[in-house]
């Protein structure tokens, strides 16, 4: 006996059906839920009974992965030289993504009269930790 449990969401998801539908299916009673708090679950095995077919269990959940970061960063007294040495590292780091990564945004930009280089991250969480860390490393040496 599964005790997997299902939001009304995940049972339309599964079964192509509206969200409405389900919860029509529910409030009806031809779909055995219980209701935990304002929103109902949905059993596993109750679910297959309401289908008459096998359903293969979902794997767990993965971690939030839906985590994004937006940093600006502004360096002062940086020539033009260091800030162009800065913008390909980042440029090429943003181009290699870790393992599982999303894509990561860099923009850059150059303020000659004050000697500042900005610059705008928009990436997930690891890979804009990474470029940070990169980042570090060159302005520290």
């Known amino acids: 006996m599964s005790d997997r449990l299902y939001s009304v969401e995940q ?6 059906l509206h969200v409405r539908t389900v919860r029509s299916y529910v409030r009806d009673g031809k779909l055995p839920a219980a209701r935990i708090g304002k ?6 095995d109750d679910l297959e009974a309401f289908t008459g077919l096998p359903l293969a269990t979902p794997p767990p959940a993965a971690a939030i992965d839906q985590a994004d970061v ?4 502004e360096i002062d007294a940086v020539d033009r030289t260091t800030a162009d040495r800065i913008t390909t590292l980042l440029t090429a780091t943003a181009a290699t993504r870790g393992p599982g990564g999303r894509a990561l945004r860099v923009e850059t930009g150059y303020d000659p009269g004050r000697s500042r280089l900005k610059v705008i991250v928009l990436g997930g969480l690891a890979d804009t ?3 940070l860390d990169y980042m570090d490393g060159v ?3």
Not at 11 to 16: R, S
Not at 70 to 73: A, D, F, L, Q
């Open 129 to 131: 930790a990474r470029l």
């Open 39 to 44: 929103q109902y679950r949905i059993a596993h």
């Open 11 to 16: 049972v339309a998801d599964l079964l192509g």
């Open 139 to 141: 302005l520290s040496s």
């Open 70 to 73: 937006s940093c600006i960063v």
